[in-house]
């Protein structure tokens, strides 16, 4: 199984790449043949890059979500799509917004047009229960990408 992992340096990402890689090779009964680690970083992405130096699944790929066309080539040959990266932080999206809906609503948009122009089989988009019933500008993006998914799967 060939995956990429978008928001890598991020909570989460740096979770599973753990699990994925250090703990168990092997998800849903398929081995890890490739982990690519997406992520805008370069710095984090430089430490994970160290971390995981000894392991021939990983490859560290350094970009944006903002960027389609970036994202078609890190989405080429993969199987599965793990979209993590958003910005998160609750005062940050109160005072940026276009920033987050860029990232969150945009970006997420972006990842799901290049997995399906690259053949992806399987797009994962990590949300929030802040998106149930927001209130606030991230749980609003976060409903917005949920619903910008939804209606692009249907067209899969």
Known sequence: MKILLTGATGTF???FLRYALRDNLNILNRSVSKLAAFARSESRLALLTSQYKDCDAF??????VRDEARLRDACRGMDVVIHAAA???????AYNPTEMHKTNVQGSINVAEASRSMGVKKVLLLSSDKAVASINTYGGSKYQAENCLRELNTYS
């Open 87 to 93: 910005l998160k932080r609750v005062d940050g999206g």
């Open 59 to 64: 490859r560290p790929f350094l970009g944006d």
């Open 13 to 15: 990402g740096q979770a």
